[in-house]
């Protein structure tokens, strides 16, 4: 895949395209195997302006749940962000040996999660601890 990516390094092929652009092709779909890890696919189909914003997507995201994670006081509250962000390090991980991006359910549930401990954050902060919705 790494010959792909040279021929168009900057922004790449595309989303979702390495299937088709794959020299490497499954037999009975006649389609290209997706790359051996995340990291990969997206550097072919992004190019490294799409990697780059990707690696800060998820770095951010990690930051901030480390972050809160320390800062709070509310145990249950510091035990989901715990949970999100040891989460996150196994989603990353397996991106490192497969394509974790195309596991959908997995990230619905994953954002779905983070996104109700942040407001369940925001509330804490807004509220005075108060309005924990647990």
Do not use: C
């Amino acid at each position: 895949m790494l010959f792909l990516w040279k021929e168009k390094p900057w922004l790449g092929y595309g989303l979702n395209s390495t299937i088709f652009i794959n020299p490497k092709k499954e037999k009975e779909k006649g389609l290209g195997y997706l790359p051996h890890n995340d990291f990969l696919r997206y550097l072919v189909e992004t190019g490294l302006v799409g990697l780059i914003f990707y690696l800060n997507f998820i770095l951010i995201t990690a930051s901030t749940l480390f972050q809160y994670y320390r800062q709070l006081k509310d145990d249950k509250l510091k035990h989901l962000f715990y949970t999100l962000f040891i989460n996150w390090v196994a989603w990353q991980v397996g991106s490192l040996a497969g394509n974790m991006i195309s596991g959908t359910a997995f990230l619905f549930y994953f954002w779905a999660i983070t996104g109700f401990a942040l407001k369940a954050r925001k509330n804490m902060t807004i509220d005075g601890l108060n309005n924990v919705p647990f």
